[in-house]
């Protein structure tokens, strides 16, 4: 049996270590790293700032597995599963008896939460958390992946497993690498011309920008499915994602107006791409950054990395499971019902070895987010500046 350790929370406000000034962050101890003055702000942290701490991983795991936070829980996915079936059947259902309305607009909005919805199926199949083997986990991954949200489940799991083994590490995290956003200020130093407005205000624009991220998410798998080289499942895969958009193309340009069936499939796209990109970006974005060749032990690189979302049952419903980052970067396999349990056993840890365990609500993350992007963005060269004029300038 695990015991919760009763101590003292203390909230701290946490100065420029890779940080937003007013996020508050549940700890025993903490360090401060200090940032570097110049035109390129950023700070990396390192084994230096992180030591690593011993068999911190191997204790916790072990009061998980005795706990019995690893097992299955297939009940749970099935009423999951049954409940986004009602709900794509409620959408096909509306669009028959909406016919020809700007109504339809509405029933597209709602078919963008539920494909998100079922996204985080397909992201807990990739993680082995549904079902008892490998295999079965795949399949139903990339059915719901490929077959039901249109994108590459082959893609999707090659880029995710490298985020999980390196979050936030320079030259091994995918999902910090250049982009239409920006994440290191060593990136945005080297944009100019339009290209460096954009990268100047991207914290402001992320959202605006995020109406976009359901159709890169298509366009990425495609791209990565006829790429060169061996791809599991590519034939599969391309064959789910055609008849899926076979299915749902053909009803929305039949029975709808021209102008309303674009309309109609910008809004599920849209909505889609905001409610995926509102669910992942609290977890790991203004949490610091680890330096290239930094050695970290698996808990302290997985625990200060991510960040946690308040809110309980509600936000797991909302984030499928994404609001308990820490715990699910510690036990990617485990089911979404238990990461609740496991919270209180990693915060014990925590405070026993003085981790910071960083947990925030829902709206201060999205402000962390924006203020990081901005100060990263602040790195960026103004298009308006003559650079010649920048590069002879007394400093």
């Known amino acids: 049996m695990w015991r919760l350790a009763i101590g003292i929370r203390l909230w701290l406000r946490v100065g420029p270590s890779g940080r937003h000034p007013n996020q508050r962050i549940a700890i025993i101890a903490t360090q401060t790293l200090e940032a570097t003055l110049g035109p390129i702000r ?3 942290a390192g084994t230096d700032s992180f030591p690593p701490i011993a068999r911190s991983y191997t204790q916790v795991s072990e009061v998980v597995r005795e ?4 097992a299955r829980t297939p009940i749970f996915y099935a009423i999951v ?4 079936l009602l709900g794509l059947a409620g959408c096909v259902a509306g669009f028959v008896l909406l016919g020809p309305s700007w109504f339809q607009l509405l029933i597209a909005g709602a078919l963008g939460i539920l494909l998100t919805q079922v996204s985080f199926l397909a992201h807990e199949s990739a993680h082995k958390q549904i079902l008892t083997t490998g295999p079965a986990n795949d399949r139903v991954g990339r059915f719901l992946a490929a077959g039901i949200v249109g994108i590459s489940y082959s ?17 091994r995290d995918p999902d910090i690498e250049v982009d239409t956003i920006r994440f290191l200020e060593a990136d945005a130093a080297k944009v100019s011309g339009p290209m460096a407005f954009i990268t100047r205000k991207q914290g402001w624009l992320f959202f605006p920008l995020l109406t976009l991220e359901g159709l890169n998410l298509h366009y990425l798998g495609l791209k990565h499915l006829f790429s060169r080289g061996e791809i599991k499942g590519r034939w599969v895969e391309l064959s789910m994602i055609a008849a899926r958009f076979a299915v749902l193309l053909t009803p929305i340009f039949f029975f709808l107006p021209l102008g309303m069936a674009f309309a109609f499939l910008g809004v599920q796209l849209a909505v889609f791409g905001v409610y995926m990109g509102a669910s992942f970006a609290p977890n790991h974005k203004g949490m ?3 330096a290239p060749g930094a050695k970290l032990d698996f808990f302290s690189k997985q625990v200060r990395t991510s960040r946690n979302i308040r809110g309980g ?6 984030m499928g499971g994404l609001n308990y980052q820490v715990e699910h970067h510690l036990f990617p396999s485990m089911p979404r019902p238990h990461l609740s349990k496991a919270r209180e056993i990693v915060m014990d ?6 981790v910071p365990y960083t947990e925030t609500s829902l709206i201060e993350s999205y402000g962390i987010v924006i203020a990081y992007l901005n100060r990263v963005g602040l790195a960026a060269r103004d298009p308006f500046d003559c650079h010649l004029v920048a590069r002879f300038r007394p400093s």
């Open 42 to 44: 950023q700070t990396y």
């Open 155 to 171: 893609w999707w799991n090659s880029k995710h497993s490298r985020h999980h083994a390196n979050p936030n590490q320079v030259g």
């Open 313 to 318: 049952w509600w936000a797991t419903w909302l």
């Open 349 to 354: 840890q925590c405070r026993a070895l003085g």
């Open 81 to 84: 599963g049954a409940v986004l």
């Open 288 to 290: 610091p950054i680890i």
């Open 67 to 70: 706990t019995g936070l690893l």
